[in-house]
């Protein structure tokens, strides 16, 4: 099974809760790659602009608490 394509006809002809299953192992694959390139991104400087950027905001008052932004105030 090396194609996309084989991939997702095998999920398909899974049972829901056995795809379930591979759904859940699929996030928590892809959360992982994420934490791992933002690492290495942070560890390499790459992020060192944006962080610069938003500490510059954050101390001038540009930014609003989080809980504003989600209650959407």
């Known amino acids: 099974m090396s194609t996309v ?3 997702e006809e ?3 002809a899974l ?3 056995q795809a379930h299953l591979v ?6 694959y892809l959360d992982g790659q994420w934490d ?3 690492t290495a991104d942070a560890a390499s400087g790459r992020l060192d602009k ?3 950027k938003a500490r510059k905001d954050i101390d001038a ?4 608490p989080l809980i504003e932004v989600l209650n959407g105030e």
Not at 23 to 28: F, G, M, T
Not at 61 to 64: A, E, L, S, T, W
């Open 5 to 7: 394509a084989e991939i």
């Open 23 to 28: 759904a859940d192992w699929l996030q928590d």
């Open 10 to 12: 095998a999920l398909k």
């Open 36 to 38: 791992r390139q933002l």
């Open 50 to 52: 944006v962080w610069q």
């Open 61 to 64: 008052g540009n930014v609003k």
């Open 15 to 17: 049972p829901v809760g």
